[in-house]
């Protein structure tokens, strides 16, 4: 919205940021982080469910991934099931 991004937070507030996605992004720079597609990004221990073309937040929001980023999205949240067992 207008170079700002909107960060919501585990506990429902909503931070008005003056960064692109992009930069948000790489000033994260975690491997917890990942691009659903080129205007959203996810940190991948809230996602509940995940199909072929859209995640399923722990508080039941879904969001749309694009073809481009199912692959990466896929491998992060294996990662990081395997990396909890």
């Known amino acids: 919205e207008k170079r700002r991004c909107n960060v919501y937070l585990n506990d429902g507030k909503v931070l008005n940021v ?6 948000l992004f790489a000033e994260i720079d975690s491997p917890d ?6 205007g959203a990004a996810v ?4 996602i509940k469910t995940y199909s072929a073309y859209d995640v399923t937040l722990e508080n039941g929001t879904r ?3 694009s073809r481009s980023h199912m692959k990466d999205v896929k491998n ?3 990662k990081y099931l395997g990396d909890r067992l």
């Open 18 to 23: 003056r960064k692109t996605i992009k930069e």
């Open 33 to 38: 982080f990942i691009m659903l597609h080129s």
């Open 43 to 46: 940190n991948v221990k809230y």
């Open 63 to 65: 969001l749309i991934v």
């Open 76 to 78: 992060s949240i294996l």
